[in-house]
């Protein structure tokens, strides 16, 4: 059973900083695909950043250049750098683990999921 506990969401003002962590606990735990999405009320959730098990990262259009997602196997955490935010940035913010992931950041591809942590940016 894999558990994921997201962390480090909050308030800020746009151009600011925040890092996230999801930490994962659980017996199943394989370090495979690790992502971020994030979603807001009406909205698809939106893949915005996998890393897979050999540290290959692949970004959406819309974080690229601004959010770094990372791992740390020995920790069982991922992380999201995430710099420059936006007001479009606001969302909650979800990581979520893949056992066997073909579309990156198709969130159908993912098996387990945290309960998010919310991000807002303000202007």
């Known amino acids: 059973h894999v558990q994921l506990v997201e962390s480090g969401g909050g308030s800020v003002q746009s151009g600011g900083a925040l890092r996230l962590s999801c930490e994962i606990s659980?017996?199943?735990?394989?370090?495979?695909?690790m992502a971020w999405f994030r979603q807001t009320p009406g909205k698809e959730r939106e893949g915005i950043a996998v890393?897979?098990?050999?540290?290959?990262?692949k970004y959406a259009d819309s974080v690229k250049g601004r959010f770094t997602i990372s791992k740390d196997n020995a920790k069982r955490t991922l992380y999201l750098e995430m710099r420059s935010l936006k007001p479009e940035d606001t969302a909650m913010y979800y990581c979520?683990?893949?056992?066997?992931?073909?579309?990156?950041?198709?969130?159908?591809?993912?098996?387990?999921w945290g309960q998010g942590t919310q991000v807002t940016v303000s202007p």
């Open positions: 659980g017996f199943d735990y394989n370090p495979s695909w």
């Open positions: 979520a683990q893949g056992l066997s992931v073909v579309d990156e950041l198709l969130p159908v591809e993912y098996n387990y």
């Open positions: 890393i897979d098990r050999d540290g290959a990262t």
